[in-house]
């Protein structure tokens, strides 16, 4: 019945997969890795990097949901991390809550108000084209830092809010910040592959090439760019929820910091945007480096600038990120070698041709 | 009286943030790109200027003989060098490159000069005009008068002569320009010069009249995308119009309940047009394309 | 009750008069084809059936339902699939998911989360089997050869299962192997109930291939008829000004 049209690939492809062994093995390697990281380098100067490093990857991860599988670069999820931060240490000074392991409980419900807060925001934001979208984000941004200033009674305006820290010693404080942010990223990891993987994660893929072809083949574009957007602003506000009491404490400028969404997006593109684990990649990578150079160099502006020339640069040169562009390296090389393999079998079942 | 004077001072500021979102949302009808850096390049004019007034005593309005051809300049090496190669997706990829520039010029002007506030002086600055009750201060009226000679020649390049002809026709239909021989590339790449050489006006404006630090790009952009988004991104009469409306209720809010309430003015009526009409003022109802 | 009723519809652009009071007659279960000469309003008519624009005047009727102002994803759910003239797929998925796509069943909200089901599955795959495009299943769309696409773009809207496909242009740029084996496609999938109305100005494709033939002229419908009839009409080869019509035999 069906007529199979003629192409010229040979009868059966390589396999461009790298090898499940390697997969798996490797992602072994890595999560032993992150597991024993505090106990082996105990180092709270080397942990505290660590830590941070755990928060920007929950940020990206979830930020990718959004803006890497729906192709809609949104510049301002700082709004969201803020949120968890501002939630985090007004809910913890008006339930009275003991600092240390008390105040991770929190997280989830830092959760439920940034999802909450996304509902409105995502609505409103999602009916405009996409680069008014992405400028908006940016705008709404502006607009909660003006709010964290200026609703002073809540939020403290600019002398901001204080969180009491847990009263651990010094050598194993980080370590229970590591681990739950170590968890969250786990859990965003996760949702990121589910999402991936599912019609949901396909409508959106589509709503990134061709959104208004996606909506004509009966894609619920609205909807699903909705979900996503609230997926990723529940992750960002348990980003802010494990930041706000591990600084202990909480400032309008850096609530909502124009510099946060920056090195977000810089960390995706890096990685990968829109791929599974590229911003993971890209988190890990850039945010350990920042946080060294931070404690090492100090001065904002040197960030500024280093992070704006490498998001040219990346642009520019590899916009599709590393990890892709690894995975295509490693494309060719299954070419060649094949290539190679057919060269040095001559006449074999007449496939070589002229 | 003191409304009358809030009205008085929104019009003349106003000019400065018609003249700069104008040449905004120039830009984006021409090139389709978001030139996210303009409020970080007005602060590198408003720098620049202030360097040309302190080192070497020139007057703000005289410093721009020698800032605006250097911001002209960078602004065709900036559409050259990097928005010039960008072939997919360029709406959101230029965003995102200019949002780049921005970082990275906040960062080298925070560097050179750091964080403490300046401001260009000249002797004049504080005196003020007095007609009908009304205080007209002089540097206002100076840049507005700037703003509104300027604007006029844009008018005048873009409706009278052949570049702007090629310019407008770049606009509605860059395949068909392209086959009617008009080198679009040119023509982006002129029009971001224009644009950017206008900044640097529009920073000498801004230095003269507020006290400004490389943070300062962040207000000055938010505000700026926020006009050129209620008066439809592409519609220069749109934001001439936005323009004046914002500083004018901004001013008279200001005024009438406080400063802090004007700037949140801003930002809600913003999300009430948002709401009501997604396309802005004046913008062109589309399909909601890629 | 016929399947699709278009009914005296009028569209215009500022001066421009796409549509003038245009009504159709599509041949339930045929294979039916829409010529005219340049700016006859081709593509505007399909566009106002499958709801990418709206007409200021005049009615769509589809199977007794009006859908004059449906949405393009409700016209698709009623059972009506386009294709474009220059193909609309989805570049960065692979062939298998962009066909995913089209197999979705719209509507139920849990649907959005669930792995898509071994039913949708069996049809995307099917689909893809129909056109000859399975041994590509796991390519880029985007890295298809032009025609492939097109196929491809026949492949989602089909697996859709609708009552009715339109084909705008589906031979432009298309070489004469694959021409003659998306022909060759569609009137396999006709003789399963589909109704086609095709776009074309392929002349001898036509021909070929309808049962049933439309003429447009400046926006409104001049003749219908079979292709024997209309080849030799008059009217018609006056409206092409004696370009492709007498060149076709």
Known sequence: MSTQLATNTPAAPPSYEIPKIARFGSLGVVAILMVAFPVVFSNPTVTTIGVFAMIYLVSVTGWNIFSGYSGYIALGHAVFFGIGQYATAMLASYWNITPGWQTFLLIPVSMVLAGIAAVPIGFMLLRVRKHTFIVLTIALMFIFQLFAYNFRSWTGGSQGLEMTPPSWSGDIFNMP???????????????????????????????????????????????????????????????????APFVGSVYPQFS??????????????????????????????????????????????????????????????????????????????????????????????????? | MLIAQAVLEGVLVGGFYALMAAGLTLVFGVMDIVNFAIGALIVLGAYLSYTV???????????????????????????????????????????????????????????????????????????????????????????????????????????????????????QNPVAARLVGINTDKVSGITLAIGIGMAAVGGMIFGTTNAFNAASSYDLISRLLVIVILGGFGSVGGALVSAIFMLVVQDVVSVVWSPVWGSTTFYVILIVVLLVRPQGLFGKKGVRAQ | MRLLEV??????????????????????????????????????????????????????????????????????????????????????????????????????????RSWSTADERERAIESLDFVGLTRLSREPAGSLSYGQQKLLEFAFIMVARPK??????????????????????????????????????????????????????????????????????????????????????
């Open chain 1, 256 to 354: 909502f910091d124009p510099a946060f969404d920056l090195s977000l997006a810089v960390m995706a593109f890096t990685g990968g945007l829109g791929t599974l684990l590229g911003p993971s990649v890209g988190a890990l990578v850039i945010a350990s480096a920042q946080q060294y150079f931070l404690l090492t160099f100090g001065g904002a502006n040197v960030f500024l600038i280093v992070y704006g020339v490498l998001f040219i640069l990346i642009l520019r040169l590899l916009p599709g990120g590393v990890v892709p562009a690894l995975s295509m390296q490693w494309q060719h090389h299954v070419v060649r070698r094949e290539r190679r393999k057919l060269e040095s079998e001559p006449q074999q079942e007449g496939v070589a041709k002229q």
């Open chain 2, 53 to 171: 007034n302190v080192h070497l005593h020139l007057d703000p309005f005289v410093s721009l003989f020698i800032t605006t051809p250097i911001m002209t300049v960078l602004g065709f090496a900036i559409y050259w060098f990097l928005i010039k190669p960008i072939k997919t997706d360029r709406v959101v990829m230029s965003l995102l490159t200019m949002f780049a520039v921005a970082t990275l010029i906040e960062g080298v002007l925070d560097l050179t000069f750091n964080s403490g506030l300046v401001q260009i002086h000249a002797s004049y600055i504080n005196n003020s005009l007095k007609i009908g009750g009304l205080n007209f201060p002089l540097i206002y009226v100076l840049s507005f008068l700037l703003s509104a000679f300027l604007l006029a020649m844009l008018f005048l390049v873009t409706y009278r002569t052949k570049f702007g002809r090629s310019l407008r026709a770049s606009m």
């Open chain 3, 7 to 112: 009914e005296n519809i009028s569209k215009s652009y500022g001066g421009i008069k796409a549509l003038q009071l245009c009504t159709m007659n599509f041949t339930e279960g045929a294979i039916n084809g829409l010529i005219g000469p340049n700016g006859s309003g081709k593509t505007t008519l399909f566009n106002v059936i499958t709801g990418y624009e709206q007409p200021d005047s005049g009615s769509v009727r589809f199977r007794g339902k009006d859908i004059t102002s449906a949405t393009p994803d409700e016209v698709f759910a009623a059972g009506i699939g386009r294709t474009f003239q220059l193909t609309r797929i989805f570049p960065r998925l692979t062939v298998l998911e962009n066909v995913h796509i089209g197999a979705q069943r719209p509507g139920l909200l849990s649907q959005m």
């Open chain 3, 164 to 249: 009715v496909m339109l084909l705008d242009e589906p031979a432009g740029g298309v070489n004469p192997s694959l021409l003659k084996h998306l022909g060759g496609r569609i009137k396999e999938l006709n003789k399963e109930g589909v109704t086609f109305i095709i776009v074309e100005h392929d002349m001898e494709f036509v021909m070929e291939l309808c049962d049933q033939v439309s003429v447009m002229h400046q926006g409104s419908a001049l003749r219908e008829g079979t292709p024997a009839e209309v080849r030799n009409d008059p009217a018609v080869l006056e409206a092409y000004l004696g370009t492709d019509m007498t060149e076709a035999k």
């Open chain 1, 177 to 243: 910040f590591y681990y739950v942010g170590l968890g969250l990223s786990v859990i965003a990891l996760l949702t990121s592959w589910v999402v991936r993987r599912s019609k949901f994660g396909l409508g959106l893929l589509a709503i990134r090439d061709d959104e208004d072809r996606a909506r004509s083949l009966g894609i619920k574009t609205t909807q699903t760019k909705l979900i996503a957007f609230v997926i990723s602003a529940v992750f960002l506000g348990a980003a802010g929820a494990l930041y």
